[in-house]
């Protein structure tokens, strides 16, 4: 035989064109790196790997209320059924999704040594346990009710996710990052009470701009209601970003967010201080930011810093101790900031899956609406597996009811039968699945308290069948419900522990926002104001003035044509002044930045922005760590202190929440341990103060009820000196304690009409 008979022809299927074989191969090798390992499904926010994990844990029955097991037994399980890698890889993942410095919201639960933020890696997997948090089970609700699909396993021998139900937006909340085949995804963390509220926005309006979801007031204190301000990273630190830069990669779905140390300077006495570093930025491991600063010691680079400590504990002391003391702290920070990761940028790269398939780069609306449309397809599915389930239950209580109302009957087929199901099925028109229900009957339930809870339990199930069928047939209805799971999951993880003003451990805001300089170029100009004697002088009709000097003159004719007095009082250029309007908003003004006393001032409104109309309330100097009460005119009420009053910017600080028509009407200064109301019905109530409540924020509690009318005046007082008024005439009274027994009550009662002698005008000043 020659060798051209062993040589296969030209045409055969072996001889490939080596070019578009390694296009084919490449395309193929770029997909699956690009589906199956570095970019998250945007409804999940997961990786395979990730999914797999938690999947494989929760097969293990390793629920936050149940015992740890080895992490070796949780990757060995991960390799054998679902991700045929590398057993490190897979730990290391796990581990990733242990550690509270990496993860905004942890999704396992780890013990052991599980690394460090000095980038110390964990011990090996044979001696760490794990099991899920809460947050993991909320990824996994419904899994078992038909709300995802599953595909085979590598092997075919087992099935696993396609995706999550993920009732939590774990792409927003906890981010990701990852480099693919020509893309590359970086999404940072943020908080889930501003995820809840944007996505609770987008349910109300679905054509809600990025603006319109991002928070109004960045400087704000944090609230419940809160829009989302941008990034909140694990490790804290400061967002030195505006909102319209923040707006803009958003929209875009690419930037980046300036995100710096938190620092603070520390005195030593003598004139000598030190820097304390609290927080560092995201991602940045605190030994090689130490060595980096130390190398650029030794380089001579930073010739305002003489030494570098790490004093860390449980939490981050990073000291920096300056060349003298006459170094300013703020240049030698910036200094820092420029060449060191105690500022970084970290980027936005909103690239992810749409349906777990195209890779795209979304905006933030769209990568909330993507979740959000996750969460309606499995309420719809959930809600259908239920009602097959009610269904299939509904048959066999039907053929146990018909089994009990002729009991006699089926004991008698069931014994003397041959074929005693066939027998049930044409004697009562039964099912099989009816017939073979009433066989398997237990002889202990024929009584008749089983019997009611049958029917019982028949006419609740059709009742919520009727339900679930309302649900599906309503658009709006599952779009409420879906709504309803958003505000459980906000309660879930709240800014505040119950009392209001501690942060809660997981859910608090931690990264702040701020300018740089700008706090420290502020210290530094108030430093500079020389201090002065003035004179505030406020009409009824908003123009402020301060001329200098106390007890300067305010007569009708330094006013404008119909406007008259509202209050003047003495102070110092250097005093902050507070000053509430009709609307609860309390504004912070600069006693130096006043007009002076030539003319009649100018509008306040030009100074601060105070709301359509809404007027002002009172204005008075701010008194560091004094109280007051705010009141509004339908009477409620509540302590607040004048330090939580300062209002960092021109739109004011929302303090007393009102609804119209009511008002805010009082706030008047907390120096007492008695409390007394007149309302405008003549009706005076006095009680102790410890039954008012003390809030930073709030409609308060009742002070006084009355059936007409509103509030009219408030007065604290000592209960050993007696409730004091002064009449139009400038006469004051004095009632002891002791016979005001008849005014003397508790809070939100209605009270009497005042003792003889008190102001016509129902005021304790008048």
Not at 545 to 551: E, L, M, Q, T, V
Not at 669 to 685: E, F, S, T
Not at 737 to 764: K, S
Request: hydrophobic share 40%.
């Amino acid at each position: 035989m020659s060798d051209a008979d062993t040589l296969p022809p030209p045409d055969d299927h072996r001889i490939v064109d080596l070019k578009q074989a390694l296009e084919e191969r490449y395309l193929s090798y770029a997909l699956s790196t690009i589906t199956q390992r570095a970019l998250p499904d945007a409804r999940d926010g997961l990786k395979p790997v990730h999914r797999r994990i938690i999947h494989a844990m929760r097969l293990l029955r390793l629920d936050p209320n149940q015992g740890y097991k080895k992490s070796a037994r949780i990757v060995g399980d991960v390799i054998g059924k679902f991700h045929p890698h590398g057993d490190q890889s897979i730990y290391d993942a796990l581990v990733r999704l242990a550690q509270n410095f990496a993860l905004r919201y942890p999704l396992v639960d780890g013990q052991g040594n599980f690394g460090n933020i000095d980038g110390d890696s964990a011990a090996a997997m044979r001696y760490t346990e794990s099991r899920m948090t809460d947050v993991a089970t909320r990824l996994l609700e419904g899994i078992t009710e038909n709300a995802i699909d599953f595909r085979p396993t590598y092997d075919g021998e087992d099935e696993e996710p396609v995706v999550l139900p993920s009732n939590f937006p774990n792409l927003l909340a906890n981010g990701s990052t990852g480099i693919a085949v020509g893309m590359a995804t970086s999404v940072p963390p943020h908080n889930l009470v501003e995820l809840c509220n944007a996505a609770l926005k987008l349910i109300h309006n679905p054509t809600a701009s990025t603006e319109e979801l991002v928070h109004a007031d960045l400087s704000a204190p944090p609230s419940m209601d809160d829009l989302i301000r941008g990034p909140d990273f694990p490790t804290g630190g400061q967002l030195v970003e505006s909102r319209a830069s923040i707006i803009q990669s958003y929209e875009t779905g690419r930037g980046a967010f300036r995100h710096r140390a938190i620092w603070e300077k520390e005195e030593k006495g003598r004139g000598v201080y030190q820097i304390v570093v609290t927080q560092i930025p995201y991602g940045v491991q605190k030994s090689r930011l130490v060595e980096k600063i130390a190398e650029l010691l030794l380089a001579k680079k930073l010739p305002l810093l003489k030494d570098v400590r790490d004093e860390s504990s449980d939490d981050i002391r990073l000291v920096l101790e300056p060349r003298a003391g006459t170094v300013d702290a703020v240049i030698l920070m910036e200094q820092l900031f420029k060449l060191t990761d105690l500022e970084l940028r970290f980027s936005l790269n909103l690239n992810v899956l749409d349906h777990g398939t195209t890779p795209r780069v979304m905006s933030l609306a769209d990568a909330l609406r993507a979740w959000l449309d996750h969460r309606k397809e499995v309420l719809v599915r959930r809600s259908q597996y239920r009602l097959e389930q009610i269904a299939n239950r509904l048959e066999v209580l039907e053929g146990y009811i018909i089994a009990y109302l002729n009991l006699d009957e089926v004991i008698r087929i069931i014994r003397e039968e041959d074929d005693a199901k066939a027998s049930l099925v044409a004697a009562f028109d039964l099912t099989d699945n009816q017939a073979e229900a009433i066989l398997n009957m237990r002889l202990r339930s024929l009584r008749k308290l089983e019997e009611l809870e049958l029917r019982k339990e028949h006419t609740n199930l059709t009742e919520e069948k009727g339900k679930l069928e309302t649900l599906l047939a309503s658009d709006k209805r599952q779009w409420g419900e879906i709504a309803k799971q958003v505000e459980n999951l906000k309660k879930a993880y709240p800014l505040f522990e119950a009392d209001g003003t501690t942060p809660h451990a997981l859910g608090a805001r931690r990264t702040i926002f701020g300018s740089a300089p700008a706090a420290d170029a502020a210290e530094v100009f108030e430093a500079m104001i020389e201090r002065e004697p003035i004179t505030v002088i406020l009409s009824e009709k908003g123009w402020i003035r301060a001329p200098k000097g106390h007890n300067a003159p305010a007569d009708e004719k330094s006013f404008k044509a119909g406007d008259r007095l509202k209050l003047a009082f003495n102070c110092e250029t250097t005093d902050k002044l507070l000053m509430l309007t009709t609307g609860g908003k309390v504004y912070t003004l600069g006693a130096d930045k006043l007009p002076g006393g030539r003319g009649q001032g100018e509008p306040v409104r030009i100074m601060v922005d105070i709301e359509e109309g809404q007027d002002i309330v009172d204005l008075f100097v701010y008194s560091p760590g004094k109280q007051r009460i705010v009141a509004s005119s339908a009477g409620y009420g509540f302590v607040v202190k004048e330090d939580d009053l300062i209002a960092n910017t021109r739109k004011g600080k929302q303090i007393l929440n009102v609804s119209l028509p009511a008002e805010a009407r009082l706030i008047v200064p907390c120096d007492g341990d008695r409390v007394a109301v007149i309302g405008q019905n003549r009706k005076l109530l006095v009680f102790p103060l410890s039954q008012l409540a003390a809030m930073t924020r709030g409609k308060g509690v009742r002070l006084q009820r009355y059936k007409d009318g509103g509030i009219s005046d408030i007065k604290t007082f000592y209960a050993a000196d007696g409730l004091t008024w002064t009449d139009s005439s400038g006469r004051t009274y004095s009632k002891p304690t002791e016979e005001l027994v008849d005014w003397i009550g508790d809070r939100a009662t209605a009270g009497r009409q005042p003792p003889t002698g008190f102001p016509r005008n129902n005021r304790f000043k008048g």
